[in-house]
């Protein structure tokens, strides 16, 4: 058996052995790829972007993952906050999902810690069963950074590390876009101007070289299509097929806009000024034909209404999202964005690999599409050999292992969105009856009704994208509750309910402790930014 080389085992600074990337496309995901393909495999690396056909310019939260490729980029934090008018993202909090007037939270990261390998869920569950905390409390009152959204806390001091450790950050998707790009040239990227109209085909199907408008045909080794939901490569030269989600996730476009001031103004009762200022969570609302999103930056908020166009005409979902937010009407811009909502099964087909929008798109309700693009970098860089002449081509890359990882990475995101919706118990408009009536893929299906009668979540064995706390933040507010077989191992622990209930209330005044000796997020974004025009 021949033995694969893999990529970076050996990469070469030799010119003249290295091997030569071209991305297509210069959204996120073209000079994300760019910059890590680069660092990553030591590769010769061009960008090839349309000056013509403007990135999509929508992106606007993240995931912790993004916190990982900072730092393996070796980006200081502070300078990726200025260059990206990012602010930090604690928590996603939903609003008139549930129901209207329903609120819950989404936080990052887990509540307290697990007591025997036992998540705390079941802990504080006891604990309401047996009367030792009330009735009214939530699971998320154990959660660190729900704490801190809901104080208005940054998570960190200025100069030192955060204390909570999940965190994401919102930021200026156009901002994004330039700051990666000087990423990847400063790696040594390649940066060409043309648009790519089509491709040369060799006898064994793939791609030998690039036709571009007004200049001379650009060769590869790989081909990486980043040019969004065009799909310039993968569709219209490597015919790749598409699987449309949008029976299961019925929402197919967006109305985007921009607000002046960062305030909640849903905060709260009680709350003051400078803890409503530049809320570190996006505020999600359940709307007549879908959802909206809030996403505080530093210079303004980042509004957008996701709609089913089968429910709401476009001019309706503006006046209804300028309404929420409490916009001009007469001077607000916005901007429709149609969305194609599925996943191609083999984005890698020969020597071309899409990453984006291009190999797979759901709607952003958990902010995970700049993470998919980051999920198919790393399992790229696995899947590739060594960057040598002798090595780097089609018969040593492995198609066939990336394409059913990002398989099974897309359907566990499209899983989790779907819960948010078949959980919910609104049927007060057309748009709700049929989003919480869809046909459940089976693999949803056999997880709920796991939880509900053993209490476990069953997750992937590999890198799962979504952890079992997530899945408790989201079921928990509909009223569906893990089984009781989990809860009987903590039963076995033997902890008597007094200790339980001392043990829940030193988490949450642990943690209402460190709230009080942390700034407000208000406080700490101006401070990374004053810090740069004082220096
Ligand atoms: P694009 O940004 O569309 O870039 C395509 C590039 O290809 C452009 O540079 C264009 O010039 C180039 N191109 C196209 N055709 C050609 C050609 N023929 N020749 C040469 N170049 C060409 N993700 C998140 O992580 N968080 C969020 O909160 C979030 N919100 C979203 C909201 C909405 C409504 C939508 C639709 C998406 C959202 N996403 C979010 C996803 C995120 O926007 C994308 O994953 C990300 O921007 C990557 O886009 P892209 O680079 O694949 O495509």
């Known amino acids: 058996m021949t033995s694969r080389p893999l990529a970076g085992q050996n990469a070469s600074n030799d010119p003249d052995r290295r091997c030569h990337v071209v991305i297509v496309g210069g959204g996120t995901a073209g000079w994300m790829s760019a910059a890590t393909l680069k660092r990553r495999i030591g590769c010769r690396v061009t960008v090839v972007e349309s000056a013509r056909l403007p990135p999509i310019g929508v992106g606007e939260a993240t995931i912790p993952a993004m916190v990982d490729w900072i730092e393996n980029m070796g980006i200081d934090e502070d300078e990726f906050v200025r260059r990206t008018g990012a602010t930090y993202k604690l928590a996603i909090r939903f609003d008139d999902w549930v129901e209207p007037t329903h609120r819950y939270w989404h936080p990052f ?80 990227v390649r940066h060409q101007i043309a648009e790519v109209t089509g491709a040369e085909l060799d006898e064994n199907g793939n791609i030998d070289s690039l036709h571009l408008e007004g200049q001379p045909a650009l060769e590869a080794d790989l081909y990486v299509d980043c040019t969004g939901f065009a799909s310039v490569l993968i569709e219209r030269v490597m015919r790749s097929s598409w699987v449309d989600w949008s029976d299961q996730l019925i929402c197919d476009r967006a109305v985007t806009l921009r607000l002046p001031g960062q305030d909640d103004t849903n905060a709260t009762a009680g709350s003051d000024r400078e ?90 309700l958990e902010s995970t599409g700049i993470f998919l693009v980051q999920r198919a970098l790393d399992e790229l860089v696995e899947c590739l050999p060594e960057a040598t002449p002798s090595t780097f081509h089609s018969a040593f890359f492995d198609h066939e292992l990336f394409n059913a990882r990002m398989t099974d990475v897309y359907t566990q995101v499209r899983d989790f969105l779907l819960m948010h919706y078949v959980v919910s118990r609104r049927r007060d408009t057309p748009f709700w009856v049929n989003a919480t009536s869809v046909e459940l893929p089976e693999s949803l299906s056999m997880l709920l009704d796991e939880y509900v009668t053993s209490g476990r979540v069953r997750l992937p064995e590999r890198d799962p994208t979504f952890a079992e706390a997530n899945h408790h933040f989201i079921l928990g507010p509909a009223g569906i509750h893990p089984g009781t077989a989990a809860s009987r191992q903590l039963a076995d622990v033997a902890m008597p309910a007094d200790a339980v209930a001392n043990l829940l209330h030193g988490i949450q005044s642990r943690h209402l402790d460190i709230c009080e000796s942390l700034p407000t997020h208000s406080v700490l974004i101006d401070s990374i930014h004053s810090s740069a025009s004082a220096g």
């Open 275 to 364: 803890t409503r200022r530049l809320p570190p969570y996006t505020i999600s609302t359940g709307m007549n034909a879908g959802w909206s999103w809030q996403i505080p930056l530093a210079e303004n908020t980042g509004c957008g209404y996701v709609y089913s166009s089968r429910h709401i005409d476009d001019e309706t979902a503006r006046r209804e999202l300028i309404s929420l937010v409490g916009a001009d009407p007469q001077t607000t811009q916005s901007k429709i964005v149609p969305m194609r909502i599925g996943m191609r099964p083999r984005s890698w087909v020969g020597n071309c690999v899409a990453l984006g929008l291009s190999s797979g798109f759901v709607e952003p």
């Open 109 to 188: 990261g887990i509540c307290g810690c697990p007591i025997d390998g036992v998540d705390l869920i079941h802990a504080w569950r006891r604990a309401v069963r047996e009367g030792a905390v009330s009735a009214d409390s939530r699971y998320t009152d154990y959660s660190f950074q729900r704490e801190l959204c809901q104080h208005g806390c940054a998570p960190r001091r200025p100069g030192s590390p955060s204390m909570a450790r999940n965190y994401a950050f919102h930021l200026d998707a156009g901002k994004l876009a330039e700051f990666l790009k000087d990423v990847a040239m400063n790696e040594g």
